[in-house]
């Protein structure tokens, strides 16, 4: 069992920046791609980034390439979500996954899930 714990979360006016961390106390992601969703009031859950531990490679949904990034830290054993321009769409909660398959898009291709952490963009 991995447990993912994320932080990071909050209240930013709209054009504002937050960023959110993911860790897996004592655990290495070595050899999982790391996945981002989010989850609006009402919307199903839906896949924001993700990135390959091995060799980096990243991934973005189309409405949030150019304002988030997704990176990590092999020391801290952390993987981050940078998220600029901050839109009152992209409010929503905001879960930390990790799993082991070739595809990353789905809920499915993800065997465990962090707790979420609440973000809330103003307008």
């Known amino acids: ?49 993700a990135l390959y531990w091995t060799d980096t490679r990243t991934y973005y949904a189309d409405f949030v390439k150019g304002r988030f990034t997704v990176s990590r830290d092999n020391a801290k054993n952390t993987v981050y979500l940078q998220m600029n321009s901050l839109k009152p769409e992209d409010t929503a909660i905001y879960y930390c996954t990790a799993g082991s398959s070739a595809s990353y898009t789905r809920t499915t291709d993800y065997n465990y899930w962090g707790q979420g952490t609440q973000v809330t963009v103003s307008s």
């Open 1 to 49: 069992q991995v447990q993912l714990v994320e932080s990071g979360g909050g209240l930013v006016q709209a054009g504002g920046s937050l960023r959110l961390s993911c860790a897996a106390p004592g655990r290495t992601f070595s050899t999982y791609v790391m996945g981002w969703f989010r989850q609006a009031p009402g919307k199903e859950r839906e896949f924001v980034a």
